[in-house]
């Protein structure tokens, strides 16, 4: 009988065994900064409604399978026009898999940039895919020769465009986008994970182009914890992707909570409205220290890049922050570091940190 390590290396595929697995690192009693989640609770009187609702949720049942009124909620949030469709993800992941699994023909090709979204990569591994990643310029705008050349001699059939893009936190230029949805024989997804902080969408234009999808998640609206994605754009495609969405796939108590909070979306939007002026103050901040160069953001976090980059992240961690290293991650983001922009007084703390590791590696 062959050893449990052998029968492992003979019968998993071999770009599977050469991955990493996403690493989520420990962070109880830390200043949590890594996950670009929204650092503000929602009102009490809002979180007993809620509470209200999950008290008489039919947890012993499977969930509705199809849920129309939460579809319909965001369809109206959206104003989505006639022949625009929902589709429910549990995360934002799932839904990149579903794209993936529909197109993923022999020898097909998925195509993004880099550095961007790291699942676009590791979904393409996982389902066999080729992958592509176009090299961001220097200033990480799109390269527009590259990635048009890419498309000629590639013809991916999916292409991902984070907008704004992570981790570098900023919004490519809207024209650049339409102009490779235009280009491309594929399918485009917009992904705008980040869109509550960013000044622009594409969702008014999925009519305009038949190869269009926009991708959004309510994770980083604060509502994380629900792992709720969603993909709008034509029926015709939706239709498709429905058919490879597991059943039962979004939970009873995520769309229960979701629905109440999308009632107070007037709420989650104002507190991000809260984290975009924080996001400006802390931007100043660490402008102001000698050696750090931030780098403008439409999302909720900041890229920064400054010597001794992986020292700085265990020395924040020493002193009980925890925001994420880049170092080494991309040849792009050498010495860089993504911080979440938390509350005022987590940014105050990460601040103190930052300065007094700088101050001792000095």
Not at 82 to 92: D, H, I, K
Not at 281 to 299: D, H, R
Request: hydrophobic residues 45%.
């Amino acid at each position: 009988m062959s050893s449990i390590s052998t029968l492992v290396s003979q019968l998993v595929r071999p770009e599977i065994l050469a991955l990493n697995a996403y690493h989520v690192p420990v962070s109880a009693g830390m200043v949590k900064l890594d996950a670009m989640e929204n650092p503000y609770q929602v009102p009490q009187s809002l979180r007993e409604e809620i509470a209200a609702v999950v008290s008489g949720a039919a947890i012993n049942r499977y969930p509705d399978p199809n849920p129309l009124a939460l579809k319909r909620k965001i369809a109206a949030l959206l104003q989505l026009k006639s022949g625009m469709s929902v589709l429910l993800g549990n995360g934002s992941d799932e839904l990149i898999q579903l794209l993936a699994m529909a197109v993923n023909k022999p020898g097909t090709t998925l195509l993004s940039v880099e550095p961007s979204f790291v699942m676009y990569k590791m979904i393409a591994t996982f389902l066999g895919m080729r992958y592509v990643g176009v090299p961001l310029a220097q200033d990480f705008s799109l390269d527009m020769s590259a990635m048009l050349a890419a498309i000629e001699r590639d013809k991916p059939a999916l292409i991902f465009l984070a907008y704004p893009n992570n981790p570098t936190g900023n919004a490519f230029s809207a024209a650049d986008i339409k102009q490779i949805i235009a280009a491309a024989p594929s399918l485009v997804v917009v992904d705008e994970a980040y869109y509550a902080f960013a000044e622009d969408s594409f969702v008014p234009h999925l009519a305009e182009y038949p190869n269009l999808l926009v991708m959004r998640t309510f994770s980083k609206l604060g509502m994380a914890g629900l792992r709720l994605g969603f993909l709008v754009g034509s029926e015709l495609w939706l239709n498709e992707l429905e058919k490879l969405r597991l059943p039962y796939n979004v939970g009873v108590l995520p769309q229960l909570v979701a629905e109440k909070l999308l009632d107070h979306h007037d709420v989650l939007l104002a507190q991000a409205e809260q984290i975009k002026q924080d996001r400006s103050l802390l931007l100043q901040e660490l402008s102001a220290i000698k050696g750090v160069k931030v780098y403008p953001s439409s999302a909720n976090f900041l890229l920064l890049r400054v010597a001794r980059a992986k020292e700085i992240f265990e020395g924040l961690k020493q002193r009980g922050v925890l925001i994420k290293n880049l170092h080494g991650s991309h040849p792009m983001l050498q010495d860089c570091l993504r911080v979440t922009v938390g509350t005022p007084e987590e940014n105050r703390r990460f601040l103190e940190a930052f300065n007094e590791t700088i101050t001792q590696l000095a």
